[in-house]
T-cell receptor, first 115, second 114 residues
Framework: QQQVKQSPQSLIVQKGGISIINCAYE??????FPWYQQFPGKGPALLIA?????SEKKEGRFTISFNKSAKQFSLHIMDSQPGDSATYFC??????????????FGKGTHLIIQP | DSGVTQTPKHLITATGQRVTLRCSPR?????VYWYQQSLDQGLQFLIH???????AKGNILERFSAQQFPDLHSELNLSSLELGDSALYFC?????????????FGPGTRLTVL
């Protein structure tokens, strides 16, 4: 059972454009939603995270939008740059309370920013 | 560089064998998580240790086991290896026992089972 569904699988955006990646979750006990960025040959690195008590969080060019009623959240990358080309994973946690469980990840989005 | 180290970087072995993957967390971090990344299953949580104690289990097979030592480094043991165990294995560390703490991922160990 895939608890976090991510789309699209791959995305090509022109330099300077907005990249949008969407995720949907099923478990209403999730209460922590991070996004990770992974470059080839590297481990994932935390980009930005949000808790359900806010609908939006912005850090630089990266914004998370969160819709609790729809159980959806998305990552927007403004002014996308070739250096943003990477695989992006949404994730969720908190399902069993206490947050001791590991993260549940989406399948990932391979983002390519064309110069 | 996340500060998390994993050894070895690459491991090639045969079916039925046993291997040990090693992880050293960032200085000061008490939690270690293990994840498996494969093309078909994606990134999956295996197990979480906090200050030497097992805290949570995810999709970890019975053939796999882990431990965290007093110096906080951790080892993931994979036995009776099958072709399907070929994957990237990541460990991540965080300061506290809650996964609301940021998890810092190591560079991974690529396991190939022939």
């Amino acid at each position: 059972q895939q608890q976090v569904k991510q789309s699209p699988q791959s995305l090509i955006v022109q330099k300077g454009g907005i990249s949008i990646i969407n995720c949907a979750y099923e478990n209403t006990a999730f209460d922590y939603f991070p996004w990770y960025q992974q470059f080839p040959g590297k481990g994932p690195a935390l980009l930005i995270a949000i808790r359900p008590d806010v609908s939006e969080k912005k850090e630089g060019r990266f914004t998370i939008s969160f819709n609790k009623s729809a159980k959806q959240f998305s990552l927007h990358i403004m002014d996308s740059q070739p250096g943003d080309s990477a695989t992006y994973f949404c994730a969720a946690n908190g399902a069993k309370g206490g947050g001791a469980d590991g993260l549940t990840f989406g399948k990932g989005t391979h983002l390519i920013i064309q110069p | 560089d996340s500060g998390v180290t994993q050894t070895p970087k690459h491991l090639i072995t045969a079916t039925g064998q046993r291997v040990t993957l090693r992880c050293s967390p960032r200085s000061g971090d008490l939690s270690v998580y293990w994840y498996q990344q494969s093309l078909d299953q994606g990134l999956q949580f295996l197990i979480h240790y906090y200050n030497g104690e097992e805290r949570a289990k995810g999709n970890i097979l019975e053939r796999f086991s882990a431990q965290q030592f007093p110096d906080l480094h951790s080892e993931l043991n994979l036995s009776s290896l099958e072709l399907g165990d070929s994957a990237l294995y990541f460990c991540a560390s965080s300061l506290g026992g809650s996964s609301y703490n940021e998890q810092f991922f190591g560079p991974g160990t690529r396991l190939t089972v022939l």
